[in-house]
């Protein structure tokens, strides 16, 4: 059992979560296509600035991320605070937790008050699937850096006459786990087998995810929270999450072909998160600085915890291993939650980690713990549909579910909710934030 956690400053002031805001998702190759992720970090800050009336200059430090690297802008956090008319000596630095990304710049800045080291920031993270750093082969790197050594056109000649012309072709980055190659996708495969969830059950989840989504943006729940965006070349503005299936028909699902396993699958491009475009921030300070300023936080952060288990089978277990630690940080149990969201990366994984919530075995094997975390009550569970229907622009996820789950407390009369997440790398993260 972890230690009970006091999300405080020193002087015990709690830290808030003053306000959140995030581009609305798109596709791959969509809306935003051509708009690198530093420009839809830089697109939300500016706003959320602007709308909260924040004077820059008390914005500390912030702290942003982004999965996906352009080599050209490593510091997407520093590119941030000079691209939206911050104060040039507003620290910036940037942190990569896989799709836990916006938990990890959160929990920094957290961290930074609870130090006492700073009173205001903000964390967020931001990706995009359309501008992602297209590379070369291995040998064509290496040949262009043996090339620069050469001096004679016969030295190059004798670099170049090595390479074939498969060794030309351009290497998109993949979305697989970089010790196995295996991909997101096929670790879901795993992870349906492993669980025995079938093809319907991971249907049934993503219909239900499109229909509350779809739901949550009909009655207004999310305008407040989703900027509308223009992007180049200007033809009209985006103005909601354009993956969300507003007529979603779960007959439908069933004609999919398995994207990955594709003979013996049950993953398909409906019960998985689609690649995603998208930027999100938050915006937070001491709950003692907030109210010098006039502000009223959105919540406060309770607990929080991070995970690690093995990436070779079922590694997108994260939230069965982070939630329980973040529960015992905030001395809380599963039932004393309000809502529940857990990040869908695929029906299938979010399927597994429902069960393995409930399982006094997985809790006394995998854990070393007496009894299961707890059966999850659905009707608090991902009550405005999750990553399936939004899109997963993966730094954004984490930042995107606090501000969604602050404000749906907020319109519910207060409580705790869980956020949780599965990352890349067998990581997980749970987060248990509380309104006033
Ligand atoms: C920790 C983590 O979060 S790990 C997760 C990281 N993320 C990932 O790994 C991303 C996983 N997703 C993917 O790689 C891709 O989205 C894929 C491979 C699953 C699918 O890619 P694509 O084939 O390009 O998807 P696309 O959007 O074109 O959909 C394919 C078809 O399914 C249909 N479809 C998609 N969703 C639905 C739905 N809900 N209902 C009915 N049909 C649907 C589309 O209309 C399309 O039909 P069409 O071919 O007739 O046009």
């Known amino acids: 059992?972890?230690?009970?956690?006091?999300?405080?400053?020193?002087?015990?002031?709690?830290?808030?979560?003053?306000?959140?805001?995030?581009?609305?998702?798109?596709?791959?190759?969509?809306?935003?296509?051509?708009?690198?992720?530093?420009?839809?970090?830089?697109?939300?800050?500016?706003?959320?600035?602007?709308?909260?009336?924040?004077?820059?200059?008390?914005?500390?430090?912030?702290?942003?991320?982004?999965?996906?690297?352009?080599?050209?802008?490593?510091?997407?956090?520093?590119?941030?605070?000079?691209?939206?008319?911050?104060?040039?000596?507003?620290?910036?630095?940037?942190?990569?937790?896989?799709?836990?990304?916006?938990?990890?710049?959160?929990?920094?800045?957290?961290?930074?008050?609870?130090?006492?080291?700073?009173?205001?920031?903000?964390?967020?993270?931001?990706?995009?699937?359309?501008?992602?750093?297209?590379?070369?082969?291995?040998?064509?790197?290496?040949?262009?850096?043996?090339?620069?050594?050469?001096?004679?056109?016969?030295?190059?000649?004798?670099?170049?006459?090595?390479?074939?012309?498969?060794?030309?072709?351009?290497?998109?980055?993949?979305?697989?786990?970089?010790?196995?190659?295996?991909?997101?996708?096929?670790?879901?495969?795993?992870?349906?087998?492993?669980?025995?969830?079938?093809?319907?059950?991971?249907?049934?989840?993503?219909?239900?995810?499109?229909?509350?989504?779809?739901?949550?943006?009909?009655?207004?729940?999310?305008?407040?929270?989703?900027?509308?965006?223009y992007a180049e070349p200007f033809k009209g503005a985006l103005e909601r999450d354009n993956n969300i299936r507003y007529d979603s028909q779960l007959e439908g699902y069933a004609k999919l072909r398995p994207a990955f396993d594709k003979k013996h699958g049950s993953v398909t491009a409906a019960n998985a998160t689609p690649l995603t475009d998208g930027a999100s921030a938050v915006l937070m300070m001491t709950e003692k600085r907030a109210k010098e300023l006039g502000y009223t936080p959105l919540g406060y952060i309770k607990s929080y915890a991070f995970s690690a288990i093995d990436v070779w089978e079922d590694m997108l277990m994260g939230p069965s291993y982070a939630t329980p630690i973040a529960l015992d940080r905030a001395g809380m149990s599963l039932n004393d939650l309000t809502l529940i969201e857990m990040h869908e990366a695929f029906a299938a994984q979010t399927l597994a980690n429902i069960k393995m919530f409930a399982s006094d075995k997985f809790a006394k094997e995998k854990l070393g713990r007496d009894k299961a975390t707890g059966e999850i009550d659905m009707d608090k569970f991902n009550v405005m549909g999750s990553s399936i229907a939004y899109g997963h622009p993966f730094a954004a996820t984490g930042t995107r579910m606090i501000t969604q789950m602050l404000n749906e407390l907020q319109r519910r009369g207060g409580g705790s909710g869980l956020l949780t997440a599965c990352a890349a790398g067998g990581l997980g993260a749970a987060m248990i934030v509380e309104t006033e």
């Open 1 to 229: 059992m972890a230690t009970k956690q006091s999300v405080t400053t020193r002087e015990g002031d709690r830290i808030a979560i003053v306000a959140g805001l995030r581009t609305p998702f798109a596709k791959m190759a969509t809306y935003f296509h051509g708009v690198p992720a530093v420009d839809l970090g830089k697109m939300v800050v500016n706003e959320l600035l602007v709308r909260h009336g924040v004077d820059p200059t008390w914005v500390d430090q912030v702290v942003y991320g982004q999965v996906v690297q352009m080599p050209e802008a490593p510091n997407i956090a520093r590119e941030i605070v000079l691209g939206t008319g911050m104060s040039v000596h507003t620290d910036a630095y940037s942190v990569s937790r896989a799709c836990a990304t916006s938990f990890q710049s959160t929990v920094n800045i957290a961290e930074s008050m609870m130090a006492g080291t700073i009173q205001a920031g903000i964390a967020g993270g931001a990706d995009s699937t359309s501008v992602s750093p297209i590379g070369v082969s291995k040998k064509l790197a290496r040949a262009l850096v043996d090339l620069q050594k050469t001096k004679t056109m016969g030295q190059k000649w004798a670099v170049l006459k090595k390479l074939g012309l498969k060794d030309l072709l351009p290497v998109p980055p993949a979305v697989a786990e970089y010790s196995t190659g295996l991909s997101m996708g096929d670790t879901a495969e795993q992870m349906a087998k492993t669980h025995q969830i079938s093809r319907q059950e991971q249907d049934k989840l993503a219909h239900r995810s499109h229909s509350l989504a779809a739901e949550s943006w009909e009655a207004g729940k999310l305008s407040d929270e989703v900027m509308t965006a």
